[in-house]
């Protein structure tokens, strides 16, 4: 895309943006089941602290100083905040706020993670100092304010919610139920947040120029094959990048029409065999609106999220299907996931990955039990002697499979005993479970059944998150224990002996609903909204600007009324 072009379109990311998506109800009533944190690893002040002496001459000297003259920074609203009494924000006569010391440390990491930023603000950020020398606590407070006003997502990148309003930013910061949070949403430090953000022109520009021309049938359509249908499928990869080119012959399916089809198919979570099937059809005649759609419901979720995640984190994102545990941004463990099936949701949750259970066990849960062990058991009977199920009643007493009535017991729709499936090969949990806090019953864990992880969608479990390395995973988060090399992780599970090794260093665990996200190859990646979580959303009157399509329409109807 051409700069100029991209200028404009980032200059349409605009009034209203922010305004239209922190007020809708997007946030899922299960998204957390553990307390938050504060960023700032302290309760913030509710920003009472009084105000800071001689101000407003800090503030005149700085916008004179020039030091600031690369940033928009709203001077005349900065005065007004502090001449209708606002309290100071980032300092105390002697040194600075909880909120003062977490911009300090959030500025440097919202531009490390990919924050647009201008070099002199990062020289700036870089150059704040760590404690405020006597009699400077005005011009500390005064440099502060600018850069948060200069630097907030709404003041920036949805322009409009705070230009030439920066009063308003800082009265809103200081009437804020937890300050250090709503600072750290406006100066988010989610790499993925800002990868996506960068997308938003693009995806703006293609709905503004009229999207992407739609692929007709739905007959699949393969290297080799000829035609019309072959020439829309290449006209819409060229509208978004992953062809090049129309070739010698526009209707033949050739082999660089391949690489562009398996690089779409691999960006929206379909099997990459370059095969132009029913789903691959349906993705690609997707709209552009919404597309768009989606990149502005999960920035708001990204953003909203944003001060939750750490520099290092497991981080399950069920639409996609996958696991990764993430070091500063960057992916140092992947691995494809099974997670729930529809009428049994994965949560989302916050929580904290503490030990790995080798072999485990499994006390299978009571719904679990009734429904679909039962079910295992009629289809095949002697599977719960063969699967080593053991049956318990109430009371503890254990009984043989082989010689209880089933049918029965499915006939009477009661379920009057407990499972427990012992370690091995054919425990439904594979040969690693890794233990989290969670109020749902649900672990990560391998799996007996590893075909599953061929399948295009894989959402089959009954809530928990199924790996497909499991050893691995176990291996990579004991690492930190020098006595748990991977080879010992597989000598122990080969013994069969269940054994728990705690995790040295305990590992956050996000997981999250999140359908469009650029990866760190810079592909923009959109999947289904499987669980039926995304709301409708409407773009921002004020996002767009008129559409070039709209231009030519309206320059059409003026030509009819010249020749009427």
Known sequence: MAPRMKSLLLACCAAGLAATLSGAAWADKD???????????????????PAVSGIDAAIQRLQQSNRLTAL?????????????????????????????????????????????????????AEALPSQIAAGEAADAEALLSALYVASAYDANASLGAYRGQGGRALAELAKSKDPTRSLGQQLPSFEMFWRLQSALP??????????????????????????????????????????????????????????????FQRNHGLNDDGVIGKRTIEEMNV?????????????D???????????RYVFVNIPSTELRVIENGITTFHSKAIVGRVARKTPLLRSEIFQAKLNPDWSVPAKIAAIDMLKHELEEPGYFYKRNVRVFTSDGQQLDPRRINWREVKASGKFPYRLKQDA???????????????DHAVFIHGT????????????????CVRVDD??????????DDPSWTHARVEEVVKSGVTTFAKLARPIPLHIVYMTAWVDEAGQANFRRDIYDRDPGVSIPAGLATPTLIAEQESATDQRRGNNK
Do not use: C
Request: charged share 20%; no cysteine; hydrophobic share 40%.
């Open 31 to 49: 998204q957390r089941n553990v307390p938050l944190l504060n960023p700032a690893n302290a309760t913030a002040p509710s920003a009472a602290a």
């Open 72 to 124: 928009a920074v709203d001077w005349a609203g900065l005065q007004s905040y502090y001449t209708a009494g606002g309290p100071a924000l980032w300092t105390t006569g002697t040194g600075y706020t909880v909120l003062g010391a977490y911009l300090q440390r959030q500025l440097p990491n919202a531009i490390l993670a990919g924050m647009p930023a201008e070099r002199s603000l990062r020289q700036l």
């Open 202 to 263: 693009v995806y703006l520009g293609f709905y503004e120029h009229g999207g992407w021309p739609k692929v007709s049938g739905v007959e699949k359509i393969e290297i080799g094959d000829k035609g019309t249908r072959v020439r829309q499928v290449k006209e819409r990869l060229l509208v978004t990048g992953e062809l090049v080119a129309l070739g010698d012959d526009p209707e033949l399916y050739d082999s660089g029409l391949e690489l562009a089809v398996r690089q």
């Open 287 to 299: 709209s552009a609106e919404q597309r768009l759609k989606q990149v502005l419901l999960n920035l």
């Open 301 to 311: 979720r990204m953003r909203k999220e944003s001060p939750d995640f750490e520099e």
């Open 424 to 438: 091995g090969p054919e425990n439904a949990l594979g040969p690693v479970k890794l233990d989290f806090p969670n």
């Open 448 to 463: 007996s059944a590893p075909e599953l992880f061929v399948k295009q969608d894989r959402f089959f479990s009954s809530g």
């Open 470 to 479: 499991p050893l691995g995973l176990a291996a990579f988060l004991l690492q």
